[in-house]
Each structure stands twice: as structure tokens, then as C-alpha cells.
């Protein structure tokens, strides 16, 4: 049975840091692409971050250069570090492994709240 269990989740002030995990288990980890999104109610996934197999990352616009994924093979887990928080940053942030459109998983989410 595939699980993706997400962690790290919380409040935190604008321009507090935060980390997430991401936990997978009941895949070959090291095959799968991982992501990290996030959605609003009634609006549309956004993607944060993606790192490769290989280890090459691509980042949403609007987190470049404040947040870094990141993944460790061993520990089958994958890390979103959130830093110089912003309240639009608030939200749901799901993981996602992805081979194939077959095999393709998300974890059931993790809320992230930014505010004074």
C-alpha cells in the first residue's frame, strides 16, 4: 500500500521559517519524481517545488529563492524548507510522487497558516 505522509504543517509568522516532510513508503522511492503543491478551497493546485531522480528542482514563481526542496533517498523521504514566509503562503501543501500517469500518488495534506 502506497502512503505519503506529510508533517511539518503549522503557524508561523511572515518571514518565519517552516520545513516540511514527506514520508513515502510502498514505492521504489528512488524512481519517482517528487513535488510539493498546495491549493486553496475552490481554487486550482499550484505547483511549489519539483525535484527529479536526478536531483534538478524547478519552483513556482512565487516561492523562487525563498523556499528549497530537497530529498533523501535513504530516509524515502522528501523536504519542502519554507523561509521568509509570506500570508500568501497560507495554505494546504500536498506531496506528490509521480512515475508514470499509472503511478502517480498524493498525500492527503498538510495545512500552513502565515499570519500575526
Known amino acids: 500500500q502506497v502512503q505519503l505522509v506529510e508533517s511539518g504543517g503549522g503557524f508561523v509568522q511572515p518571514g518565519g521559517s517552516l520545513t516540511l516532510s514527506c514520508a513515502a513508503s510502498?514505492?521504489?522511492?528512488?524512481?519517482?519524481?517528487m513535488g510539493w503543491y498546495r491549493q486553496t478551497p475552490g481554487k486550482q493546485r499550484e505547483l511549489v517545488a519539483t525535484?527529479?531522480?536526478?536531483?534538478?528542482?524547478n519552483y513556482g514563481d512565487s516561492v523562487k529563492g525563498r523556499f528549497t526542496i530537497s530529498r533523501n533517498n535513504a530516509k524515502t523521504t522528501v523536504y519542502l524548507q519554507m523561509n521568509s514566509q509570506r500570508p500568501e503562503d497560507t495554505d494546504v501543501y500536498y506531496c506528490?510522487?509521480?512515475?508514470?500517469?499509472?503511478?502517480?500518488?498524493w498525500g492527503q495534506g498538510t495545512q500552513v497558516t502565515v499570519s500575526s
Open positions: 510502498g514505492i521504489r522511492f528512488s524512481i519517482y519524481h
Open positions: 525535484i527529479t531522480t536526478g536531483g534538478n528542482t
Open positions: 506528490r510522487a509521480s512515475y508514470t500517469s499509472e503511478y502517480d500518488y
